[in-house]
């Protein structure tokens, strides 16, 4: 038997993509490295909108069912936007594509260091995403990459202890900031609800409907691209497990449930306790995942963002490797384009 696939290759005319595949804290990313068409667009925002009108069906290939899964998440690297990237990126899920993805950003940062993918990349990658310019701090362990810190876009507060009716639970409590994307925020006490995977299902129901509750309450405006301001998903908010500050699942997307904290989540989350006086400058706040992941989130500097009073958080967190994929679409598979089962 030979090592490369039984030494069989797919027919000409099947379409063939290329990946590597991580995970960080748990949360997988996808990684295209080859097979997609040219991105027309100028910017990422025009990549973005081309991808999701004309490239859609790559998405569904690699993402959804059979060659993925209803919580997988993806990755395009691009050309970048501006002079001090060292490349853009896209990032895709079940439903669509974000805005801006912190998991993604450690891994990316993680295969740059630890494979030939861009190998000028030493101790720092600077990384365009639609949400704006991201650099990410790389500590190396030898060959291997111990853990990567990036500092994120500008982050701040869109509403506090604000209220809205969700169906079935009545009346309850909400936050709502943006962090790369826009989330609200509520204690999972409120659902009498638990963080934990044996009530992953009831998490998806809770954080789906607040989406839907929030998304109907308030008007979400990003100060400078309209193409930002939607609510991203619900992030509920709970007691910590073990060494941590706090603990957090992330619902987003068609119900997708994110494994680890959630890097725009946290950074969110560093954006409310910064306006409310309960995180100073340098603080860490470590938040653990429904898995007992972590990020470690900080900031040091503040500004003002399109009117709004703004962080630059700092989260710091680890993504491992987890293999290489060739993959196939045969143009005869009646599911070529891929299914979702939730």
């Given at each position: ?6 030494g069989?290759?797919?027919p ?6 290329e ?26 925002l ?8 004309e490239?859609?069906a ?8 059979p060659?993925g ?5 993806g990755?395009?690297?691009?050309t970048?936007?501006?002079?001090r990237a060292d ?6 899920h ?8 912190g998991?993604?950003i450690?891994?990316?940062a993680?295969?740059?260091?630890e494979?030939e ?5 030493e101790?720092?990658i ?11 701090e790389?500590e190396?362990?030898?060959d291997r990459?111990?853990?990567?810190e990036?500092?994120n876009?500008?982050s701040?507060v ?10 079935e ?12 994307a ?5 204690d999972a ?7 934990t995977?044996?009530?992953f299902?009831d998490l ?9 509750a929030?998304d ?9 691209e ?6 991203y ?7 910590a ?7 957090n699942v992330?619902?987003f997307?068609d119900?997708e449930?994110?494994r680890c ?13 910064a306006?409310?006086?309960?995180l100073d ?11 007992g ?5 900080s900031?040091?500097e503040?500004?003002?963002?399109g ?5 630059r958080?700092?989260?710091?967190g ?7 994929h060739?993959?196939?679409?045969d ?5 070529d384009?891929g299914?979702?089962?939730?």
């Amino acid at each position: 038997m030979t090592t490369d696939g039984v030494g069989w290759r797919p027919p000409a005319d099947w379409t063939t993509i290329e990946t590597i595949d991580t995970h960080t804290g748990g949360e997988p990313l996808r990684v295209v490295l080859d097979g997609l068409p040219p991105l027309a667009g100028d910017t990422l925002l025009e990549k973005r909108r081309y991808v999701e009108r004309e490239l859609d069906a790559y998405r569904k290939a690699l993402i959804w069912e059979p060659r993925g899964h209803a919580d997988m998440y993806g990755a395009i690297p691009t050309t970048p936007d501006t002079e001090r990237a060292d490349l853009g990126v896209l990032f895709m899920h079940n439903e669509g594509y974000s805005t801006m993805c912190g998991h993604g950003i450690v891994a990316l940062a993680t295969i740059a260091a630890e494979t030939e993918y861009l190998p000028d990349v030493e101790s720092e990658i600077a990384i365009d995403t639609p949400a704006g310019l991201v650099v990410a701090e790389i500590e190396r362990d030898g060959d291997r990459v111990g853990a990567v810190e990036f500092t994120n876009v500008p982050s701040f507060v869109v509403a506090r202890n604000e209220t809205v009716i969700v169906p079935e639970w009545g009346t309850i409590e909400f936050d709502v900031a943006f962090g790369g994307a826009f989330y609200a925020y509520c204690d999972a006490a409120q659902f009498d609800i638990g963080l934990t995977p044996a009530e992953f299902r009831d998490l998806i129901e809770v954080g789906t409907a607040v989406t839907r509750a929030v998304d109907d309450a308030v008007e979400i405006e990003h100060p400078h691209e309209d193409d930002l301001g939607f609510l991203y998903g619900t992030i509920l908010t709970g007691d910590a497990h073990a060494d941590a500050d706090s603990r957090n699942v992330c619902v987003f997307a068609d119900g997708e449930v994110d494994r680890c904290p959630t890097g725009t989540g946290v950074s969110g989350r560093i954006a409310l306790r910064a306006a409310a006086g309960e995180l100073d400058r340098g603080e860490r706040f470590v938040v653990e995942s429904i898995v007992g992941s972590t990020f470690a989130g900080s900031y040091e500097e503040t500004t003002d963002f399109g009117g709004h009073d703004a962080v630059r958080p700092r989260i710091a967190g680890s993504a491992h490797v987890t293999g290489r994929h060739r993959f196939v679409v045969d143009p005869a598979d009646p599911f070529d384009e891929g299914f979702v089962l939730r």
